[in-house]
C-alpha cells in the first residue's frame, strides 16, 4: 500500500510542476516573448541552400577577400540580393565579415533574360573610394553568380546601364562575370601541406 501511494504522489508532483497557467482572457503577447513563437528564419539567418558574399577580415598585408555564407531566404533573384544587401547578421559581424555595400542601397528591380541578370539599384555608390567600388560590385557579381541560370550581371543605376570596375582596375560597361575578379573569392579548397622532397 505504502509503495502505491508513494508512486501515487510522485506523478501528482509531476504533473504539478509540468502544468502551464491558462490565462483567463486574451492578452497581448509581449515584444521580447514573440520571437518564439515559429518565426520564420530571415535574410539574416546563416543557413539554408542558398548563398550571399560578405567581406572577410583580412591582415594589413593581405588583400580583401570575399566569402561565402548560407542563406535561408527564396532562391529567386530578389529574395538573395535583398538577403545580400541587408548584411552579415550579429554573429557574422562578431566573426568579423562585413559588406562593402553602401548604406541605403535599394534593389529596384532583378530580370533574368538569357543568362544575364540586370539589377536595377538606387545611386548611393558615390562615397565609395575606388577600391571599395569594386569590392562592393564584386559582391554582387558573386552572389549573383550563385543564383541558377545566372552568368553575368548587367547592373544597372535606376534602370540606366553604366561603367563599372573590374578586378584589375579597368572599367567596363558591358555585363560583368565572375572572371573579371580574379581572386577576389576565398578559395573553398582545404590548405594542403607542402609536399616532402627528398631531402626531407
Avoid at 96 to 125: C, H, K, M, Q, Y
Avoid at 158 to 178: A, F, K, M, S
Wanted: charged share 20%; proline share 6%.
Amino acid at each position: 500500500m505504502r509503495r502505491i501511494l508513494t508512486s501515487v504522489t510522485c506523478v501528482a508532483l509531476s504533473l504539478a510542476g509540468c502544468s502551464i497557467e491558462v490565462d483567463e482572457t486574451a492578452r497581448p503577447v509581449p515584444e521580447n516573448e514573440r520571437g518564439q513563437l515559429g518565426e520564420q528564419p530571415t535574410g539574416d539567418e546563416a543557413t539554408g541552400s542558398n548563398r550571399v558574399f560578405l567581406l572577410a577580415p583580412a591582415a594589413v598585408d593581405q588583400e580583401a577577400r570575399l566569402r561565402s555564407v548560407r542563406r535561408d531566404v527564396p532562391s529567386d533573384a530578389e529574395g538573395i540580393l535583398n538577403s545580400l544587401i541587408d548584411g552579415p547578421n550579429s554573429a557574422e559581424r562578431e566573426a568579423g565579415l562585413s559588406s562593402n555595400l553602401p548604406d541605403g542601397l535599394e534593389l529596384n528591380s532583378a530580370r533574368l533574360r538569357g543568362r544575364i541578370l540586370t539589377v536595377s539599384v538606387n545611386d548611393v555608390f558615390g562615397e565609395l573610394t575606388s577600391d571599395a567600388l569594386r569590392i562592393a560590385v564584386a559582391q554582387l557579381v558573386a552572389t549573383s553568380n550563385e543564383i541558377d541560370g545566372v552568368e553575368s550581371l548587367r547592373l544597372q543605376i535606376d534602370n540606366e546601364n553604366q561603367v563599372w570596375p573590374i578586378g584589375n582596375g579597368q572599367n567596363t560597361d558591358r555585363p560583368l562575370t565572375i572572371y573579371d575578379y580574379p581572386g577576389f573569392v576565398e578559395s573553398s579548397q582545404p590548405a594542403y601541406p607542402a609536399i616532402p622532397t627528398a631531402n626531407s
